[in-house]
């Protein structure tokens, strides 16, 4: 798109998807941000009425809200951890040349196609109950207490069960980065004397950066927003030790059919994903830039 | 110091044999180039000496070391890649400084050494730069720079100036040249372009299908080439070979005549033919003629030589300067 002729025809071309995607993104927010503002209980209907801040007031000074930030920031942060560090190792092992190796690359992705709800139900159930559980059977076969995981650490187990769900994609995407790296430049960097470390450090990494990127932001947008695996295991419990926004967003609306307040909750979650998008971009969008 | 020695030295890829047997003796400080056709091994065996391929039969002895097992970092060379390889997220300085900084050497002697190595390539303004933002030439001279900084008992050059245009290759090919009197640093340089090969060999290899067809100074091959293959390849354009009965006239299966050995006539001459096409160059005119009884034959005359297409004119192959290759292919 070189030319003013070019861009303009190119304008024209996009605004029909650009304009039904801003309907689509600007109708909902907009009947949030008007719902947010009024008292509106499903339990009192057609009492609707103006109410200023009101809802932001109960929203904010919940005793909940701190305790779902924090869970929220955690369980993003925990899962970018685990996913980003382990595809890395995972994508180095698959690019590996093996017997098989068309078989165990579909298989590493296959858990991205497992919905929610069901991972989350073989994890609870399979895997981490403690009577049931394969981690239970594994730890008595060592004579150790069983742990029983969701109640005694809720978050950390919802953030292996979602980490577990989105290694295949960091892996995937890491995967194709580091296919792309010119074996030359590897091959360059052993005759500069630098050991399989070092390559990784300063030849391997630094390619990476963009793929790891784009991994960071696109896990970070659905992160924000985990739900299912939540409702089905620990139900954002014990009390809120395992409630994050999304959660505490659900709780509000729909087990206390407060429309007004989770309304509310809904444009606090927008603009805290936009603080977080904000020092993102500030600190790893660059490796965007070409 | 960059005496290297390759004793039947063999390389499978699985079943297929890529190189078959080759026996090498390249002395400290000279400059020695591969050439041959597309296949034939050339990076192969250049990658084999890096220590980038493992051998599969035979020895690599540098400065008088066994080296077939060692890991590339430590047999002292340094090569510059025909994709340059150069680090795309590292300023030049810190492409040039790389190899120093994995050797453990401290910041300030570097620093000194990439401005040493820039200075003579003339990257001083481009130290900052990423490689990205560089032209072809500039990032060939960071490649070498590269090499240069780790002063490595000898060069290895891939095609280093095939991505290079026809003006820009020139001019590099006089800077390694250059490089090479100054340095006196052993250099093996690959390349399928004979011109290269004739111009800045010490001296030169031909390989074919993954043997050594011979080895020698420019000249020699260009004088007395040991086989059909040799002679065809080296020398532009190629040479004319002719069978048949003109051949068996000289008692060879194969004569080969240079485009620039005959002597051409309007009038009278031992083989006469018709000019198909005609190519002034101004200096020199290549005509393409089709003799008859012998078929096309390439010529070399001076420019001031008139002919046009479907003239009639005669050639004399120069006394002394027609090749004679037995059934074999070999030279008599
Ligand atoms: N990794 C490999 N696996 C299998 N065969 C290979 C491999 N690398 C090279 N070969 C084969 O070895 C032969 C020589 O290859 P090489 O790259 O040395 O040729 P070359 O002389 O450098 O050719 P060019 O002038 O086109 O670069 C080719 O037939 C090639 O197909
Ligand atoms: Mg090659």
């Known amino acids: ?290 | 110091m960059g005496a290297i020695t390759l004793e039947n030295v063999v390389k499978r890829f699985g079943e297929a044999q890529v190189i078959h047997g080759v026996d090498l003796e390249i002395k400290d400080g000279e400059f020695v180039v591969f050439v041959g056709p597309s296949g034939c091994g050339k990076s192969t065996l250049l990658r084999l000496i890096a220590g980038l391929e493992d051998v599969s039969d035979g020895r690599i002895v540098i400065d008088g070391q066994d080296a077939t097992d060692l890991p590339p970092a430590r047999r002292r060379l340094a090569m510059v890649f025909q994709s340059y390889a150069l680090y795309p997220h590292m300023s030049v300085a810190r492409n040039i400084g790389f190899p120093l900084k994995m050797a453990g050497m401290d910041k300030a002697a570097i620093e000194a050494k990439v401005q040493g190595a820039a200075k003579i390539l003339n990257l001083t303004d481009y130290l900052d730069r990423k490689p990205g933002q560089l032209s072809g030439g500039q990032r060939q001279r960071v490649a070498i720079g590269r090499a240069i900084v780790r002063e490595p008992s000898a060069f290895l050059f891939d095609e280093p100036l095939s991505n290079l245009d026809a003006a820009l290759r020139v001019n590099m090919r006089l800077e390694i040249s250059e490089l090479h009197q100054s340095l006196a640093t052993t250099m093996i340089y690959v390349t399928h372009d004979q011109v290269e090969a004739m111009t800045m060999a010490d001296k030169i290899v031909v390989l074919q299908g993954g043997k050594i067809e011979q080895v020698g100074s420019p000249l020699e091959l260009y004088r007395n080439p040991r086989n059909k293959f040799v002679a065809g390849f080296i020398g532009s354009p190629a040479m004319n070979m002719v069978e048949g009965a003109e051949a068996a006239k000289a008692g060879a299966t194969t004569i080969g005549v240079r485009p620039e050995h005959f002597v051409m006539s309007h009038e009278s001459g031992q083989w006469r033919g018709k000019v198909g096409v005609a190519e002034h160059l101004g200096s020199d005119t290549f005509l393409h003629v089709e003799v008859e009884g012998v078929g096309p034959v390439t010529a070399r005359a001076t420019g001031e030589f008139e002919a046009r297409h479907g003239d009639t004119v005669f050639l004399t192959p120069e006394e002394g300067r027609v090749y004679r290759f037995g059934p074999d292919g070999l030279a008599l």
Do not use: C
Request: aromatic residues 12%; glycine residues 6%; charged residues 10%.
């Open chain 1, 1 to 290: 798109m070189a030319t003013l002729h070019t861009k303009a025809a190119a304008r024209a071309m996009m605004s029909p998807a650009v304009i039904l995607l801003l309907i689509w993104m600007a109708v909902p927010l907009a009947m949030t941000l008007y719902f947010s503002f009024l008292r509106y209980n499903l339990l009192m209907p057609g009492m609707e009425e103006y109410t200023g801040f009101l809802n932001y007031e109960f929203f904010l000074t919940d005793p909940a809200f701190p305790i779902a930030l924090a869970n929220t920031l955690m369980l993003v942060g925990g899962v970018l951890l685990i996913t980003v560090v382990g595809g890395v190792f995972l994508a180095i092992l698959l690019d590996q040349p093996f017997w098989g190796q068309g078989i165990v690359r579909l298989l590493a992705i296959a858990p991205f196609f497992v919905m929610p709800t069901v991972s989350a139900l073989v994890w609870k159930n399979m895997l981490m109950h403690p009577v049931n559980g394969l981690f239970a059977w594994i730890a008595r076969s060592f004579g150790a207490e069983p742990v029983d995981w969701l109640s005694s650490m809720p978050l950390f187990s919802i953030i292996i069960i979602v980490a577990w769900a989105w290694l295949p994609f960091a892996t995937l995407i890491i995967l194709t980065a580091l296919q792309s790296l010119d074996s030359d430049q590897k091959e360059a960097a052993e005759m500069d004397g630098a050991g399989p470390v070092s390559i990784f450090l300063h030849i391997t990494l630094p390619h990476l950066a963009r793929a790891l990127t784009v991994v960071i932001l696109i896990e970070t947008i659905f992160l924000l927003s985990v739900f299912a695996e939540i409702l089905v295991t620990t139900s954002g419990g014990p009390g809120n030790a395992s409630t994050n926004i999304a959660y505490l967003i659900y709780t509000q609306a729909l087990l206390q059919f407060d429309v007004g307040t989770a309304s509310a909750g809904g444009v606090v979650a927008v603009i805290l994903a936009n603080i977080v998008a904000i020092f993102l971009i500030r600190m790893i969008g660059k490796n965007l830039e070409t």
